[in-house]
């Protein structure tokens, strides 16, 4: 199963392992340090925002234009900002670095 480094909104880094096939979101939101994901993965809430290290970000499908368009209205949004309900992991994504975006 990959793991992740996740850097939470203290900036602790953790490993924490994403199963291949699932939405980012899913491990993320179990964790204490994680995102709040209300919407569960309908793509209509942010608050499964993250930070994609920049190495990492080109390996991921671009996003699509409903998730752009919420990124878009984002106060925290960064180059490498991505909605973790619309990114599907992959075990080619081990090692990936993620970190947790402010609440908004
Ligand atoms: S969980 Fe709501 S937009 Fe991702």
Redesign the pocket.
């Known amino acids: 199963m990959p793991v992740l480094k996740v850097i939470d909104r203290d900036g602790a880094e953790h490993d924490v392992e994403a199963r291949s096939g699932l939405k980012l ?1 899913e491990p993320l ?1 179990e964790l204490d340090y994680g ?15 993250v930070y994609i290290d920049p190495e990492w970000a080109t390996r991921l499908p671009p996003a699509m234009s409903d ?1 752009r368009e ?1 990124l878009s209205e984002l106060a925290h949004l960064k180059p490498g900002s991505r ?4 990114v599907e992991m992959t075990d080619s994504l081990a090692g990936m670095r993620v970190t947790i975006a402010p609440d908004e």
């Open positions: 979101m939101r995102i709040a994901a209300i919407c569960g993965g309908m793509c209509s809430c942010a608050t499964c925002h998730e919420l909605l973790s309900c619309q």
